[in-house]
């Protein structure tokens, strides 16, 4: 009996409890209203460039070129997501500003930096099962928008906390091998890139840096998705299953 | 018979406690205590029937945690009573966590400034040996991390023995890897120095002036408590009239005049990561103090002060 007690650690002060970004801290109504607006802005962006990606497949399109259709507004709903440091910082969302920022660094890194700046990551077919693999997790933002506005639909939830199984993993293969393409256009053009000597004396190889990403990547994804599943076996498990129905 | 600090006359003798694993609920076994009457004999006791050192030890009684140095009657424990227990984990020293992370970056800095050839270009190593900056720096950066050693041993009194081994893979890493990387800019044969003197003896002389503080600081704060209590008091005097924590400020005013001095910013983002941590190191001091102060009971009020910045924040 007393063996089992080995097991037990000191409970963290940085264990993030990892709410949804939508769980607001204070029940301001007015804030509760652009909270929703706010999410259900970013859920119409997602589905603008879901919609933008399928119909250049449609129109015939190649997948060289589907950067073209989809990248600027990629950019923007992406930077978009931004604001939800803002909303952590300024303290209308309970997650902790830690949580968010790796929630927003991985997107970030590849669609405001890898694929905006380098061609061979927008030609690649990686760009298009990452955008779309992204716009599909994005329901996420409907599903806050619905509890900010006091609703919960059994469909929302259940999206929410069923789509990650496919489309975290496929995803962050995606983002691996967009940021494996653009290796070569770094080394050759030194982007980002600070060589010494300099009077900051600090030099930077963004090359090395987006190698060490590829490293670093799968335990990410490992984290996020055991994260993900102990969630959705906490909601949906059948209590809220038949207080849902 | 005697006055207990509860103020009963006559404290009824304790035979027995029972052990419960907080986190399950379940019974672990009995404490069978015959002539204990100390929460540190009662851990003893246990260290010897569990198995667990002492350290690791966390016992509650009535949502109160069991502290050393106390006896079972001033929590007015009972014969037979349960007392919920939780292990902490394997525990290690503060001096030892200290030790090891501060002579991290004293030594790897040194082992830098040998410029060892699998780290640097040794056709630039020949032609720009260290320069006097450069020597400055680390004459600075080794008299930081000895001083930080020194206290360790002989200034500080820490208030808890031991914290979770863990954590001393945790710091390690941070301190030694801010030790590599400010080494290796600063002992790169392609360092650029400042180009001013003022810039160089500014930040030298605010260094060595934080420096000095900082030390002050800690003097103050050891006074406060007797060597082997884990009494807080009131800090005052010199800064900590206008703020709770001069000496993480001082800390943060050292590096910044150190990134001045030797123009750097691997030194700016050290002083940053330092800083943002001990900000909030500060503010949590900072509202222990508060609480702990309050001025009722014939306790002091806690006056009123800036958290981290003196006159400022």
């Not at chain 1, 607001?24 to 919609?51: E, Q, R, T």
């Not at chain 1, 929630?103 to 405001?112: D, G, P």
């Not at chain 1, 599909?136 to 928008?145: G, P, Q």
């Not at chain 2, 800390?251 to 910013?265: G, P, R």
């Amino acid at each position: 009996g007393i063996n089992a007690e080995y097991g037990a650690r000191v409970q963290s002060t940085h264990t993030s409890t990892m709410k949804s970004p939508s769980t607001p801290s204070a029940p301001n109504p007015l804030v509760n209203y652009y909270l929703a607006a706010f999410n259900l802005l970013s859920g119409v962006g997602w589905m603008v460039v879901l919609y933008l990606l399928i119909s250049h497949y449609v129109n015939g399109g190649n997948y060289s070129t589907a950067y073209e259709n989809v990248g600027g507004v990629l950019f923007v709903v992406q930077s978009i997501a931004l604001m939800e440091v803002v909303h952590s910082l300024v303290g209308i969302v309970k997650t902790p500003v830690m949580t968010v920022l790796m929630q927003v660094y991985s997107r970030l890194l590849c669609a405001c930096v890898v694929t905006y700046r380098i061609p061979e990551a927008q030609q690649s077919f990686a760009f298009t099962t990452m955008a779309g693999l992204w716009a599909v997790s994005e329901i996420r933002y409907f599903y806050y928008a619905a509890n900010l506005l006091g609703l919960s639909p059994y469909i929302l939830l259940w999206l929410r906390y069923s789509l990650f199984l496919v489309c975290y993993p496929l995803g962050a293969g995606s983002e691996w091998l967009v940021m494996f393409t653009s290796l070569p256009y770094i080394s050759r053009t030194n982007l980002l890139s600070v060589d010494l000597p300099n009077s900051y004396n600090f030099a930077f190889s963004f090359y090395y840096f987006i190698i060490s990403q590829l490293f670093v990547w799968p335990f990410g994804l490992y984290i996020v998705y055991t994260h993900m599943l102990r969630q959705r076996a906490r909601n949906l498990s059948s209590p809220e299953k038949e207080k849902a129905n | 018979v005697s006055t207990q600090s509860t103020g009963v006359a006559f404290y009824p003798f304790v035979r027995m406690v029972k052990v419960v694993s907080k986190r399950s609920n379940r019974e672990l076994g009995e404490i069978d205590l015959k002539t204990a009457t100390t929460v540190n004999e009662l851990k003893k006791q246990w260290q010897s029937k569990s198995k667990l050192a002492v350290a690791r030890h966390r016992f509650e009684y009535n949502g109160v945690v069991l502290e050393d140095g106390k006896s079972l009657a001033d929590y007015n424990i009972k014969d037979g009573d349960s007392l919920l227990f939780r292990d902490l984990g394997p525990q290690v020293g503060w001096t030892t966590v200290y030790v090891v992370e501060y002579a991290g970056p004293l030594i790897l800095y040194a082992l830098l400034s040998l410029r060892p050839s699998f780290i640097y270009n040794s056709s630039d190593v020949s032609k720009h040996p260290l320069g006097y900056v450069q020597l400055i720096s680390l004459a600075c950066w080794s008299f930081h991390f000895i001083k930080r050693i020194l206290e360790t041993l002989f200034v500080h009194k820490f208030s808890k023995g031991t914290m979770p081994l863990s954590f001393l893979f945790r710091n390690s890493a941070y301190y030694w890897s801010m030790g590599v990387l400010v080494g290796y800019f600063h002992n790169h044969p392609l360092y650029t120095p400042p180009n001013n003197v003022i810039q160089l003896y500014l930040g030298l002389a605010l260094f060595l002036l934080s420096e000095v503080g900082n030390f002050v600081c800690h003097l103050i704060l050891s006074n406060l408590r007797p060597a082997g209590t884990r009494v807080r008091g009131i800090p005052r005097g010199f800064l900590f009239e206008y703020c709770s924590c001069p000496n993480y400020f001082l800390e943060v005013t050292a590096w910044l005049s150190f990134s001045l001095m030797t123009s750097s910013l691997p030194g700016l983002i050290f002083a940053a990561i330092g800083g943002m941590t001990m900000f909030n190191w500060a503010v949590v001091r900072h509202v222990k103090y508060i609480k702990e102060f309050d001025g009722k009971e014939g306790r002091e009020k806690y006056p009123r002060r800036k958290i981290f910045v003196p006159f400022l924040l």
